[in-house]
């Protein structure tokens, strides 16, 4: 029999998560664009901050950070799964928490930055409906560029329609 997956479960951020968010963050992304903790405490405060964990059997598998800025942009700041947690769905369920949050507050767009080089995470947020917007020279501490990716907030456009 092939066993089902786990079930994935997101959650609001607290404070009491913030250390085990920046050992994931470290442990996900290189020295070079992996947040300080002071970043990352940053990102999750305030009323634009949004934060979402995503938890498997009750441990903390991954997180994703957003914004909501007045102009009606919203902002991926960042998302992370553990290497043993992908591809289960989890980076998914957390971008849809997110995104729910984001049209909740209004946001007309969702943007976000991924490095060049990370084609996995590229392909992912084509999956969900993302388009590249721009190219970002020297984003990550004036050494690796950066694609720019934007999305409705609502979602795509279905298969073929223009709009
Ligand atoms: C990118 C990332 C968040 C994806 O998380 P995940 O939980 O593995 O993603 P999901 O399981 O929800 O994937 C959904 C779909 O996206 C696509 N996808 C995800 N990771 C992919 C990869 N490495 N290569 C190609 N396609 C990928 C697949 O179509 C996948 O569906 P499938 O598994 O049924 O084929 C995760 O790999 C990660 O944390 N990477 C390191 C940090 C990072 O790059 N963050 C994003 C940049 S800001």
């Known amino acids: 029999m092939i066993p089902s997956p786990l079930p994935v479960t997101i959650r609001p951020y607290m404070r009491g998560d913030l250390a085990r968010l920046h050992e994931i963050d470290r442990i996900c992304f290189s020295p070079t664009i992996a947040y300080s903790l002071a970043e990352l405490r940053f ?8 934060g979402r964990v995503a938890e498997l059997s009750g441990l903390i598998a991954g997180f ?51 490095s060049v080089d990370n084609f996995g995470a590229k392909r992912f947020y084509l999956g969900l409906g993302y388009r590249f917007a721009g190219l970002l020279p020297g984003y990550y501490n004036g050494e690796t560029d ?18």
Not at 43 to 50: D, P, Q
Request: net charge positive; charged share 25%; glycine share 12%.
């Open 43 to 50: 990102y999750l405060s305030g009323r634009k901050a949004i």
């Open 64 to 114: 994703a950070v957003g914004r909501t800025e007045d102009n009606g942009l919203a902002h991926v700041i960042t998302l992370d799964v553990l290497p043993d947690a992908r591809r289960q769905g989890v980076g998914k369920a957390l971008m849809e928490d997110l995104h729910a949050e984001f049209r909740r507050r209004g946001a007309g767009y969702v943007i976000l930055e991924v």
């Open 146 to 163: 950066a694609c720019l990716m934007i999305r409705p907030a609502a979602g795509p456009p279905p298969e073929g329609i223009d709009r």
